[in-house]
């Protein structure tokens, strides 16, 4: 650029300058009016939206599906897309590096490449016609970062429409730009507009057809405890599942009872003093995750091959603390009682009293993969209809059934073998709560209702006479 | 009284100087396309401050970064909102200061004598992305940990030196409490100072050269 053309650009500045306006009040005004509804935006997103609750990062959960932070999900989608290209496709890095590292570098040596003192929008067709196109493609790749590139059925139109959207329809009209530049240098502006938008509305068309034609997403629902009280609530489901089984629903266990290959093997009750008060948060973390191999107890974390996330463990270790360990208080919303007491006459329905009840007391032995007889509680239909002696456990009015003997400490005995238990006392470790087996005595008596309306349908109100006596 | 006062500052200080030269300067007609960068500058600050909030109750550790997040959003008074603030002026921040770029492309406002304002432009725009980057894996959640790591390996892909860069990245063959470490320290020191350094000089060329006016047929 000569001294000339640099002599003009000024004194066509100074010429804007002299009709403008001033930095103080004009300018700041429109600056602190953006800023504040900036300020005020973000307060509305933050209380509003929020951040959506996620759990505690795990290295070993391998079944996650790591995705990028927004911003980079088009350069996500880039790859996927650039991989289907044959044979090219197999060369990571001229995605990952040379074609972002390209882009960067010419976005920043720019004024060196466009050294023409031009700047109306109508003398720099050419950049801005492709920055549109870049900037279209970003867009519309980032909407895209959702859409899977081969459909489950197995078919490719999905990722070849992203292809077309994404790579095919850019670099074409970029190339064609190109030439109308360079070597067709007759081409009107008017031309190259045309181009450059109809290119883009078809990039557009092709990607909302894509779109439409995704698969409904699997929205996977993971329970996160955020609060304290949430964490205890998480805690105890995971310990009545996983843990009950050995160490008792309240983790008084000395012997172990009734537990295939652990039968009568000593161990410290785990809400004891000695244990809570020498064991910390980290080591007990690590119990639950790694196990005691040699002394029984299988690993929990899936690190080491069991079913739990960390923040699954963390659960556990919280409810242990705030259950047990009398240096921490639980809060008061966390000792909600298992089950609404029952009033005289009233009938337990499965949804209200015996889920909460069978999911603390009885799951962790009765679900699949378990020493049970084959008998699952995890459901209704299960509770109803499976186990070896399926017959005889649950009778409706019959206060012989299975089921109700056993809860009340009377060992079933085998008929045809008058010495060998056919079923042993539930469960095995502990006895139930009076208040319990009362639930469980009169859902069954009372031909166990499923649901609470078909339970209040049955309720029968107690007679005057019946409630005076105290 | 007032007045003695302001005279024995403006001799000190120069604050006439400062009006005339700072504030009272003329400027080409705008519009409200010109006040991204303020905006983006706003931003920064605004993140500044809340995330110097955030430093008081979080630990750059494996095992309590997640813990300590969770407790500013319960048991910290306003954590909440400071950290909503935080969380989501980084998305806005990363669009603020996009937008600001394309809006000096389309106008062309990179051209003589406002070349170097471009290229540290350009400078403040890839340390924005890199506060974006080591910020997400700070809370140390599945997402952040998963992301860092698809991130991290991408960076490895670079023909020759990959394996090296992921290494500084990481610091270590896998994430670990060094990648955390080490993106804490670039999330709060290293790339603030280089964003704070780089806007000064941003703003005294924009202070030098005046703000570029909207080209008309002329140009």
Redesign the interface.
Known sequence: ?NDE??KK??E??ER?????????P???F??L???LG??I???V???F???SP??????S?TS?????????LF??KF?ALYGQIPLLGKI??IA??AIPGIA?GV??L???I?KS????????VL??SI?AIM?TGIVLLTLLSEVPTVSEDGSKLLGILQAIAGLAIPVITMILLFLMSFVFKHTTTRVMVWTTSLAAVSMILVSGTALALRPKPVVEEIEIA???VDQIFAGQDLYSIHCTECHGDDGSVAEIKGVEGLEGEKITPINSHDVLYTITD?AMYEVIAYGRPNAGMTPFGKAYGGELTKSEIDYIVVYMRYMWDDRFEIPAEALKPLFPPLADGEVPSYEVHIQPIVKRYCVSCHREGKTNNKYLMTSYEEILTTGDNVASNIIAGDENSSLLQVIQEHEIMNPEKPDEVLIGVMPPNRALKPNIVDVFIRWIMNGMPQTAIDAAALFVAPTPEATATP | MWKKAFEWLDERLGLKDIYTNLLDRPEPTGNWWNTLGSASMFLFVLQGLTGILLTVYYTPSPDHAYDSVQYIMEGVAFGWLIRGIHHWGATLMVIVVFIHLLRVFVTASFKFPRELTWLIGIGLFLATLGMGFTGYLLPWNQKAYWATTVGTQIAGSVPFIGEFILKVLRGGPELSALTLQRFFSAHIWMLPAVLAGLMSIHLFLIIKHGESHFPTKED
């Open positions: 650029m053309t640099k650009i000024n066509r500045y804007e300058l002299n009709k403008g306006e001033h930095f103080w004009d300018s700041i429109k600056d009016v953006v800023s900036i300020f935006l973000l307060i997103l933050a209380t939206v929020g951040i996620e759990a505690k990062a795990d290295p959960d996650y599906i790591p995705r990028p932070e927004w911003y980079f350069l996500f790859l990571e890095w990952t590096v960067i976005l920043t720019l004024p060196f466009d003192p031009n700047r109306y929008y109508g003398k720099r950049p801005i920055m900037v955020v609060t304290l980290s």
